[in-house]
T-cell receptor
Framework: AQTVTQSQPEMSVQEAETVTLSCTYDTSENNYYLFWYKQPPSRQMILVIR??????QNATENRFSVNFQKAAKSFSLKISDSQLGDTAMYFC?????????????FGQGTILTVHP | DTEVTQTPKHLVMGMTNKKSLKCEQHMGHRAMYWYKQKAKKPPELMFVYSYEKLSINESVPSRFSPECPNSSLLNLHLHALQPEDSALYLCASSHAGSNEQYFGPGTRLTVT
């Protein structure tokens, strides 16, 4: 079975600064995907960034980037130039590859608050 | 159209009522999912449909009954629910074989 652990229940950051959210996972699979999802207050969950386990290069999406350390089973999210709209609950998630449908395993989430 | 829609947005029901939640997508996705989410907790997978067939049932109580009438529509029929079933119910969809799930806004259910 797969497990995903987010050790930071809450974090805060000042607008325009950089923040890193931590995530570790455990699996015996070789083919898998890792994700960060964002769920703003009372709004729907959206995908922030995705990483394929077979890719060594860290994924980036504009101000969002990941530090994927496969051997350490670590997958942190860095948000640069934080904006008020980044305030949300962030979930790290894992999915085994090679199936016709994806079963996501989520971490417990980190509530991020961006202060003006 | 890259949207998953869910109706109703809010639902209040008594423990003896029967109600249904509806989810719709027109992205051609052939996998659809129901999740249950409690406040400040991660979503918990309930059911997965792949090509309109139930592929995963995560040991969900029978008072929850899913239905996938066609490739665009997913229903969740509710009957004799308990107060602890109050939660946000999320629907998601994805292309078969894809790793990206698109989530709907959810239905906030309150059982009185």
């Amino acid at each position: 079975a797969q497990t995903v652990t987010q050790s930071q229940p809450e974090m805060s950051v000042q607008e325009a600064e950089t923040v890193t959210l931590s995530c570790t996972y455990d699996t015996s699979e070789n083919n898998y995907y890792l994700f960060w999802y964002k769920q703003p207050p009372s709004r729907q969950m959206i995908l922030v960034i995705r990483q394929e386990a077979y890719k060594q290069q860290n994924a980036t999406e504009n101000r969002f980037s990941v530090n994927f350390q496969k051997a350490a089973k670590s997958f942190s999210l860095k948000i640069s130039d934080s904006q008020l709209g980044d305030t949300a609950m962030y979930f790290c998630a894992f999915m085994i590859g090679g199936t016709s449908y994806g079963k996501l395993t989520f971490g417990q989430g980190t509530i991020l608050t961006v202060h003006p | 159209d890259t949207e998953v829609t869910q109706t109703p947005k809010h639902l209040v029901m008594g423990m003896t009522n029967k109600k249904s939640l509806k989810c719709e997508q027109h992205m051609g996705h052939r996998a659809m999912y129901w999740y249950k989410q409690k406040a400040k907790k991660p979503p918990e997978l309930m059911f997965v449909y792949s090509y309109e067939k139930l592929s995963i049932n995560e040991s969900v109580p029978s008072r929850f009954s899913p239905e996938c009438p066609n490739s665009s529509l997913l229903n969740l029929h509710l009957h004799a629910l308990q107060p602890e079933d109050s939660a946000l119910y999320l629907c998601a969809s994805s292309h078969a074989g894809s790793n990206e799930q698109y989530f709907g806004p959810g239905t906030r259910l309150t059982v009185t």
